[in-house]
Structure formats: structure tokens, C-alpha cells
């Protein structure tokens, strides 16, 4: 896949799991996906942040 195609399906998926991590902060689902979400995101940055080539 493209570079540009991978991030748009990046960008999706982090839109969805926000506003999943902002339902558990409010209470509405549990507290613990938000957590789970929380991992994720910052896995997520350090894999993007350090794979791109000079």
C-alpha cells in the first residue's frame, strides 16, 4: 500500500478509537478500553515517529 493510503486508514482508526477513549473518560463504556486506547496511541506514535527514513 501506498504511504498516503496507509496513514488516511491511520487517520480513521485513530478518529474512531478518540472518540471510543472520550465515551470512557465521560463513563459510558469502561474505563479500562480508555486505558487500553492510551497504550495503543503512544505505541502507535513511537512506531510512526521512529520508522520514517531519512
Known amino acids: 500500500m501506498e504511504k498516503k493510503t ?10 474512531i478509537l478518540a472518540i471510543i477513549f472520550t465515551l470512557g473518560v ?7 478500553w480508555s486505558e487500553y ?3 495503543f ?3 502507535l ?3 510512526l515517529r ?3 527514513s531519512p
Open 6 to 15: 496507509v496513514y488516511r486508514v491511520l487517520l480513521v482508526i485513530v478518529i
Open 26 to 32: 465521560i463513563g459510558i463504556v469502561p474505563f479500562v
Open 37 to 39: 486506547i492510551t497504550v
Open 50 to 52: 521512529f520508522s520514517r
Open 45 to 47: 506514535f513511537f512506531v
Open 41 to 43: 496511541m503512544v505505541i
